[in-house]
Nanobody, 121 residues
Framework: QVLLVESGGGLVQAGGSLRLSCAASGRTFSNYAMGWFRQAPGKEREFVAAISRSGSGTYYSDSVKGRFTISKDNAKNTVYLQMNSLKPEDTAVYYC??????????????WGQGTQVTVSS
C-alpha cells in the first residue's frame, strides 16, 4: 500500500504561483512513477504532469507545458508541482498519483486525497 498526502493548494491571482507537494509513504518511493492530475467541477479528471521512476523523464500536458514543473526529492519521498503563470482555467482539485509503470494514464495504482487550487481573475 502507498499513502499519498498532498499539500500546498490555495487561492492565488492569475499570473501568480503555487507549489504543490505530495508526500508518499508505505513503499519505496523510487519504485513508482509519480504524477499529477486535476479535476474541475463538471469535468473529467485530466493528466497534468508525470515523472518517471528513475526521475530521468518528465512529461506535461500541452495546456501546462512551459508553466508547470514536476520534480521529486527521493530523500524526502516527496514529489512537487511548481505552478507558475497560473490562469483561471487551472482552477481544479489537484491529485497526486503513483503507479508501478506510468502516470500518464488515469488508470493509476494510487491516488492522494486532492488539494484545491483556485485561480482568480
Amino acid at each position: 500500500q502507498v499513502l499519498l498526502v498532498e499539500s500546498g493548494g490555495g487561492l492565488v491571482q492569475a499570473g501568480g504561483s503555487l507549489r504543490l507537494s505530495c508526500a508518499a509513504s508505505g513503499r519505496t518511493f523510487s519504485n513508482y512513477a509519480m504524477g499529477w492530475f486535476r479535476q474541475a467541477p463538471g469535468k473529467e479528471r485530466e493528466f497534468v504532469a508525470a515523472i518517471s521512476r528513475s526521475g530521468s523523464g518528465t512529461y506535461y500536458s500541452d495546456s501546462v507545458k512551459g508553466r508547470f514543473t514536476i520534480s521529486k526529492d527521493n530523500a524526502k519521498n516527496t514529489v512537487y508541482l511548481q505552478m507558475n503563470s497560473l490562469k483561471p482555467e487551472d482552477t481544479a482539485v489537484y491529485y497526486c498519483a503513483a503507479d508501478r509503470f506510468s502516470t500518464r494514464s488515469i488508470n493509476v495504482d494510487y491516488w492522494g486525497q486532492g488539494t484545491q487550487v483556485t485561480v482568480s481573475s
